[in-house]
């Protein structure tokens, strides 16, 4: 009976360090998943960032005409 609990003490180290390196693959996956969303996310607004900046520059860079006065 000894040899058995011993048998099942070793199974279950067995799985519960399978199951952490199951849970660890899961966290890591969750983990590059995010980083990637957040530097796709930050490329994106620093796109529209610029795109409006440079928006901004070429109405300021516009020459401004005067408005005709009318006549009556």
């Known amino acids: 009976m000894a ?13 519960k360090k399978t199951q952490k390196q199951k849970e660890s693959a899961e966290a890591m996956a969750a983990y590059v998943a995010d980083a990637h969303a ?13 795109a409006k900046e440079a928006a901004d520059k070429a109405v300021k860079d516009k020459p401004v ?3 005709k ?3 009556t």
Request: glycine letters at 0%; zero cysteines.
């Open 3 to 15: 040899d058995n609990t011993k048998e099942r003490t070793q199974a279950e180290a067995q799985f």
């Open 38 to 50: 957040v530097r796709a996310k930050t490329a994106r607004l620093k796109q529209l960032r610029l």
């Open 65 to 67: 005409e005067k408005a």
């Open 69 to 71: 006065k009318r006549s």
